[in-house]
């Protein structure tokens, strides 16, 4: 199944994937073989570790390279610009209750990071606003009850 990406993504994770190929993975070889040279491998606690040290990095490096086989890249910029609330785009939303504004922009799942105001399109917030337009009137089921969202506004970064 197809798993959507924004460039900015993708990019991301294929800087991460050469970092741990030409970084961290040697680093990690040398320090094996640095701690092989000490001796008994049962007792060597920096033996353990570095080899513990591998097998993350290595899942790591194939769960990346798995995510971007699958990967579904949508550059929202070549996309026509509308009102409408698609994946890539970055919309802002008003609370009806509190009048707060809020502006996210909805991406994939290894991308969310509220912190940066990055919401995951499998988010209940997102998945209320997908394919709905600016003015539209949304309600978003979260665990505190409903809220009502009007989106005010869609932009295509």
Do not use: W
């Not at 190929?21 to 092989?36: C, G, H, L, S």
């Not at 070549?78 to 939303?93: C, N, Q, S």
Request: aromatic share 4%; proline share 4%.
């Amino acid at each position: 199944m197809p798993i959507p990406m924004t460039v900015e993504g993708e990019r991301l994770l294929r800087e991460e994937l050469n970092r741990l190929k030409t970084v961290d993975r040697p680093r990690i070889i040398t320090a094996i073989a640095e701690a092989r040279e000490h001796g008994d491998l049962k007792e060597n606690a920096e033996y353990h570790a570095a080899r513990e040290q591998q097998g993350f990095c290595e899942g790591r490096i194939q769960e990346i390279e798995g995510k971007l086989s699958d990967a579904r890249v949508i550059d929202v910029t070549a996309l026509p610009k509308t009102d409408k609330v698609i994946f890539g785009v970055t919309v802002t939303i008003i609370n009806m209750d509190t009048e707060e504004s809020k502006t996210y922009k909805i991406v994939g799942d290894d991308e969310a990071d509220i912190k940066q105001k990055k919401i995951s399109v499998s988010s209940p917030i997102a998945r209320g606003l997908i394919g709905k337009e600016v003015g539209d009137v949304v309600i978003v089921k979260t665990p505190g009850g409903d809220v009502e969202y009007e989106i005010d506004e869609v932009l295509h970064l």
